[in-house]
């Protein structure tokens, strides 16, 4: 039995990695579970100077969900590299290097900086941040932007390039414009835009007003876009989104992704990395697949009607 995926060249021991912003720099989860268990790991968000953060409350808990306004916080890309990168290298795991920017060119300046330090083999762009030249506008909403943004990576890299897209609008032209601008993988979705108010105080749970929604309330959007994202591109697909238990996994899986990351979940359940992988290994063996690739796309009735949905 093989749960082996392939993300370009790179080989993942299996489909299960951990998400930007749930796992630090590898070591979050060290009392828990080992590296060499999972396929691999998203680093935390890395932009070009350093970042405070946003102001507390940065988190509130929701009906299924969390939500977030950490605003980045980290100690920029120089720091990182020279100071976090060796020892996320060491990991026995693929590590993916999460990257973040408020200008559409220093996306490219940060992956040039990453090739130059070395060891880099993805990188995974983090496209839901406000681009401040455009009056706040969220760069990965807007597909030309987004084929510049890769265009420019591309150019300075030869790590696998994953776009990561945001829900806060429809990913299937943005799956477009990332694969024309040179994208070697997708992967979605980033946190949806949303609110919580404490009514005694009246006013937001969140300091920042509004945050990110993440967690199983998010599940059957983040399914449903990457299986129409699954379904407009050729390039492997990374599913995201409130997966929490090995049959979420296989969710993913059967609308065509070839891997997921796991990111709230570990919040409430530290372990849930091992039981998922424990959990693909015995649906494999009861469907009578030698490799997990035989899951990926193998929905039934894959060819759904989507004009019509009513949403
Ligand atoms: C506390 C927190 C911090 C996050 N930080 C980042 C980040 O730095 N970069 C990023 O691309 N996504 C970040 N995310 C989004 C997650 O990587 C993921 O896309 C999202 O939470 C949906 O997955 P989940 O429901 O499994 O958490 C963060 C999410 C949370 C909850």
């Not at 999460?98 to 130059?116: H, L, N, P, Q, V």
């Not at 997708?186 to 105080?201: F, H, K, P, Q, Y």
């Not at 849930?272 to 990926?296: D, K, Q, W």
């Amino acid at each position: 039995m093989s749960l082996e995926v392939k993300l370009g060249d790179i080989v993942l021991r299996n489909p299960v990695l951990v998400a930007s912003g749930a796992y630090g720099y590898g070591d979050d989860y060290s009392a828990f579970f080992d590296n060499s268990v999972i396929g691999g790991f998203v680093t935390k968000s890395v932009t070009p100077r350093p970042r405070r953060g946003n102001p507390h409350p940065r988190v509130a808990e929701t009906p299924c969900g969390m939500l977030n306004s950490i605003g980045l916080e980290n100690s920029g890309i120089d720091h990182f590299l020279e100071r976090e990168w060796p020892a996320v290298l060491e990991k026995p795991c693929v590590p993916i290097l999460s990257i973040a920017a408020s200008a559409a060119e220093e996306y490219a300046e940060m992956c040039a900086k990453a090739e130059r330090a070395g060891g880099v083999r993805a990188i995974e762009i983090n496209l839901s941040c406000p681009n401040v030249k455009e009056g706040g506008r969220t760069f990965g909403t807007d597909p030309r932007v987004v084929e510049s943004i890769l265009r420019g990576c591309r150019r300075e890299t030869s790590a696998f390039l994953i776009a990561k897209l945001t829900p806060n609008t429809d990913p299937v032209p943005i799956a477009r414009g990332a694969e024309a601008g040179g994208a070697d993988g997708l992967s979605l979705i980033n946190t949806l835009l949303g609110m919580a108010i404490d009514v005694e105080r009246r006013r937001p749970k969140l300091a920042m007003g509004m945050g990110g929604l993440s967690g199983p309330a998010i599940r059957p959007v983040a399914l449903a876009m990457t299986y129409r994202v699954c379904r407009t591109t050729s390039l492997p697909v990374i599913g995201i989104g409130g997966i929490s238990t090995w049959s979420d996994v296989v969710e993913f899986l059967l609308v065509g992704a070839t891997a997921v990351q796991v990111g709230t979940a570990l919040f409430s359940d530290p372990v849930a990395p091992i039981e998922m992988i424990a959990g693909l290994n015995e649906y494999c063996v009861r469907h009578g697949h030698e490799s997990i690739t035989g899951v990926i796309g193998a929905l039934e009735s894959g060819d759904l009607i989507l004009e019509g949905v009513h949403a």
